[in-house]
Nanobody
Framework: QVQLVESGGGLVQAGGSLRLSCAASGSSFRIYDMGWDRQAPGKQRDLVAR???????NYANSVKGRFTISRDNAKNTVYLQMNSLKPEDTAVYYC?????????WGQGTQVTVSS
C-alpha cells in the first residue's frame, strides 16, 4: 500500500506564497504521475497540477503562471510552489500519485488564503 505524507499547508495572506510537499512510500513500482488536486467547501475535487516521471507538467487554467509543480524521483517526492495566492485558492489540497496498480490520494492539507 502506498503511503503519502503531505506537508506545507497553512494560512497566508492574499499575494503570499506557500510550498506543499508530498513524500510517497510503500510502492515497489515506479511512480508514473504525481500531482495535486484541491477541494473547496461545497465544491467538487479538481485537478490542480500533474507531473510525469519524465517531467512533463500540466496545470489547471486557474493556477497557470502562479503555481509550479516539481518532483524528486530519487525521493518519490512532489512539490507545489504556490505564488500570488488568492482567496479562491482556499481549499484542502490532496497529493496524488499513480503507479502501475492505480492512483492514490493523501489525506489532504488545508490551505487558507485571507483577503
Amino acid at each position: 500500500q502506498v503511503q503519502l505524507v503531505e506537508s506545507g499547508g497553512g494560512l497566508v495572506q492574499a499575494g503570499g506564497s506557500l510550498r506543499l510537499s508530498c513524500a510517497a512510500s510503500g510502492s515497489s513500482f515506479r511512480i508514473y504521475d504525481m500531482g495535486w488536486d484541491r477541494q473547496a467547501p461545497g465544491k467538487q475535487r479538481d485537478l490542480v497540477a500533474r507531473i510525469t516521471f519524465g517531467g512533463t507538467t500540466n496545470y489547471a487554467n486557474s493556477v497557470k503562471g502562479r503555481f509550479t509543480i516539481s518532483r524528486d524521483n530519487a525521493k518519490n517526492t512532489v512539490y507545489l510552489q504556490m505564488n500570488s495566492l488568492k482567496p479562491e485558492d482556499t481549499a484542502v489540497y490532496y497529493c496524488y500519485v499513480r503507479d502501475v496498480r492505480g492512483g492514490y490520494w493523501g489525506q489532504g492539507t488545508q490551505v487558507t488564503v485571507s483577503s
